[in-house]
């Protein structure tokens, strides 16, 4: 049905509706238009030719054109609206690969974080292991060799002969740690290549006469004082009191360090060294000061003086080495002590001041067993270096206190009065001090401020865990909790 034009132009009801609506093909006339070509449109009969039609059909239907036109936007709009979704959904994917990458690169490294902790976890398990074993190995070394002293001195009393016998076994230091390269290295080196490269210690152009002269004689010359005089302590006091007054060479150590290398200066090591001068005063008034007691006091002080100038002139010239240089260089000492040391004990044997009736009624078991002992002790102190921690060593070498203690009353040849065994526990604990590190006052401010850290954590847990009761039953009361905002 037609309606009338309407004095606004819009001449249908169906015109109207398009006009309001807000079709986007609307234009004047559009219903009229629309209802022309239908009555215009007339059917053929299947295979005639209808030219007039079809041009008029063309000719009616060209204002559709427009129609179609401005239908276009709305195709560009689905196609947008479609190209959108597949855009989105490639985004999406791309962002779930992403996604899945990230959680795979985070995966790998937690793993390789667990891994590193495992491995860490281990070698410190390993090092630890390994410093027991050389602990005990240290000390039983030490302890085995100064009984060993005390037991030839009962029928062998050549001190000189006895350091200048076990000082050139320290030849064998060297081809000891060329057995354990070749039966640990993956790369083997021949002995004169690795001579060579350990001969490094003492200079770019490696050892020569020289070098050998001017480097070797000085502390071949402190390594047999040190030696000589901790044999001579032996024969005046037990076991026990010697080896405690050695223990004071590491604060020896750091007053030289503190003197001569200008080390930091660090008052808990002032401390543990007057320590150290206190208990040699004790020890020497646990007999009252007896000349025996006296002598054999200096000559353990005296020892422990020539090892610690031995150790910091060895920093001050030499530097750090690794335990293939401090092998080459004790071997090197062992072939000097044989070559240029060997005349002191024929002239202290032709003086009679060292005398022995024959050569076969010398006690070579115990000087075998001496030298030997006294060899696997500076293996020891060298290979734990290596191994382990070398706090550990340190340890190890004032346990022979107690181990040569045990030894002393187990033989009845020590009574422990009261000022000597305060003097022996006071000499340790000063030992034990030296061993402390330079930053031990920050270490120890860091562990009480983690301490008091925890305990907060604690206190704030323990305040908050009634606070997440009280919303727990209130949920299960039915109630709704207010989050915080």
Not at 343 to 351: A, D, K, M, R
Not at 359 to 386: D, E, H, S
Not at 416 to 422: I, K, Y
Request: aromatic share 12%; with cysteine.
């Amino acid at each position: 049905m037609d309606v009338k034009a309407a004095p606004n132009g819009v001449a249908t009801i169906e015109d109207r509706i398009l006009r309001i609506t807000g079709y986007y093909g609307y234009y004047p006339g559009y219903s009229s238009q629309k209802s022309t070509s239908r009555s215009s449109v007339t059917r053929c009969k299947p295979g005639a030719n209808c030219p007039s039609s079809h041009s008029g059909i063309s000719r009616q239907l060209s204002p559709l054109s427009v129609t179609e036109d401005s239908s276009a936007p709305i195709l560009e709009l689905q196609n947008r609206g479609s190209s959108g979704v597949c855009g989105h959904r490639v985004e999406r994917q791309n962002r779930s690969a992403d996604d899945g990458t990230q959680t795979h690169s985070e995966n790998s490294s937690q793993e390789n974080r667990i891994k590193a902790r495992c491995l860490s976890c281990t070698s410190m398990v390993l090092k630890g292991i390994w410093g027991l074993l050389i602990i005990l190995s240290v000390s039983s070394s030490w302890v085995g060799t100064t009984q060993i002293v005390k037991i030839t001195y009962k029928n062998f009393y050549c001190p000189f002969f006895m350091t200048w016998f076990s000082t050139n076994w320290n030849i064998m230091f060297f081809p000891v740690y060329y057995s354990g390269h070749l039966a640990t290295a993956q790369e083997k080196q021949s002995p004169m290549k690795k001579f060579r490269e350990c001969s490094r210690i003492f200079g770019e152009d490696g050892l020569t006469l020289k070098l050998f002269l001017k480097r070797t004689a000085p502390f071949s010359i402190l390594w047999t004082l040190t030696n000589y005089l901790y044999l001579l302590a032996l024969k005046k006091l037990t076991a026990t009191d010697v080896s405690a007054l050695f223990c004071c060479n590491k604060a020896f150590v750091f007053l030289l360090s503190w003197i001569v290398l200008k080390d930091r200066f660090m008052g808990v090591r002032i401390v543990a060294a007057i320590m150290a001068i206190t208990g040699i005063v004790m020890m020497a008034y646990a007999d009252n000061f007896h000349a025996d007691s006296i002598i054999g006091v200096a000559f353990a002080v005296g020892s422990a003086s020539t090892s610690a100038l031995y150790k910091v002139l060895f920093k001050m010239f030499l530097g750090s080495a690794n335990f293939g240089e401090a092998a080459h260089f004790v071997s090197t000492l062992g072939f000097f002590n044989l070559i240029f040391i060997s005349f002191t004990p024929v002239i202290l044997y032709f003086t009679k001041v060292e005398h022995w009736s024959s050569f076969a009624a010398l006690p070579w078991g115990c000087l075998c067993g001496m030298a030997g002992l006294w060899l696997a002790f500076n293996i020891l102190v060298n290979v734990g270096v290596v191994l382990t921690y070398p706090i550990l060593i340190s340890i190890g070498t004032v346990l022979s206190v107690p181990g040569n203690a045990a030894v002393d009353l187990l033989k009845q040849e020590v009574i422990f009065n009261v000022v000597r065994l305060a003097a022996t526990i006071i000499i340790c604990i000063g030992f034990l001090l030296m061993l402390l590190p330079e930053e031990w006052d920050e270490i120890t401010l860091r562990f009480i401020n983690s301490l008091k850290e925890k305990k907060s954590e604690e206190h704030v847990d323990d305040v908050t865990d009634p606070s997440i009761h009280l919303r727990g039953r209130g949920r299960a009361n039915g109630t709704v909790s207010i989050p915080l905002a």
